[in-house]
């Protein structure tokens, strides 16, 4: 079974610029989440949809972060302008289901934004 | 506020001797916990969890304990193995939450050979 896809893996941009992420879920996982690591810290729900609807997004930055979820499927989330703080590991993870005690999981392995 | 808590960045370990991994949450409505393992590069792997109606839940060389009077949980490995030797993270979330999990800091596990 295919995991999770990412890409790019690594990029580096400008402050004020722009950048996209990219992300594939496993094969009929409903849910996917997007989460931001800064080094040193656990991981921090941005956004999280269920097929293509969002069911949380309190944490995303809003003026500068946008992410969706065509048919369901893919992901992109994108930053515009960047800041020097959004540097940071960004996860994609899906799940089978929506809910604790069975629907673990599972992450694509980031994409490391560096801001300069 | 941090809700879930490891107040070890650090621990190493003999090789074939215990590790013991420690977290605590402040939260007491969290009713599900899990621990995921890290490697460098890659993407946290899900490795064990537990439901707060138990207090033990074991697979293999890994074991969760959880005392919910005291807030608090651990991850037993025994016996530790190089490759055993990553960050691990605890998570906790609520029932009906959307299956959100709130995350720890980690704390890096070292096997010594």
């Known amino acids: 079974e295919a995991g999770v896809a990412q890409s790019p893996r690594y990029k580096i941009i400008e402050k004020r610029q722009s950048v996209a992420f990219w992300c594939n879920p496993i094969?009929?996982?409903?849910?996917l989440y997007w989460y931001q690591q800064i080094l040193g810290q656990g991981p921090k729900l941005l956004i999280q949809?269920?097929?293509?609807?969002?069911?949380?997004d309190s944490q995303l930055p809003k003026d500068r972060f946008s992410a969706e979820r065509l048919k369901g499927v893919d992901s992109t989330l994108k930053i515009q302008p960047a800041k020097l703080e959004d540097s940071a590991v960004y996860l994609c993870?899906?799940?089978?289901?929506?809910?604790?005690?069975?629907?673990?999981?599972?992450f694509g392995p980031g994409t490391r934004l560096t801001v300069l | 506020d941090q809700q879930v808590k490891q107040n070890s960045p650090s621990l190493s370990v003999q090789e074939g001797r215990i590790s013991i991994l420690n977290c605590d949450y402040t939260?007491?409505?969290?009713?599900?916990f899990l621990w995921y393992k890290k490697y460098p590069a890659e993407g946290p792997t899900f490795l064990i969890s537990?439901?707060?109606i138990k207090d033990k839940n074991e697979d293999g060389r890994f074991t969760v304990f959880l005392n919910k009077s005291a807030k608090h949980l651990s991850l037993h490995i025994v016996p530790s193995q190089p490759g055993d030797s990553a960050v691990y993270f605890c998570?906790?979330?609520?029932?009906?939450?959307?299956?959100?999990?709130?995350w720890g800091a980690g704390t890096k596990l070292i096997i010594k050979p």
């Open positions: 537990i439901s707060s």
């Open positions: 949809f269920q097929n293509n609807g969002v069911v949380d």
């Open positions: 939260n007491s409505m969290f009713d599900y």
């Open positions: 993870a899906s799940s089978l289901r929506m809910t604790s005690g069975g629907g673990e999981q599972f």
């Open positions: 998570a906790a979330s609520v029932t009906d939450s959307n299956y959100q999990l709130i």
């Open positions: 094969s009929g996982h409903a849910t």
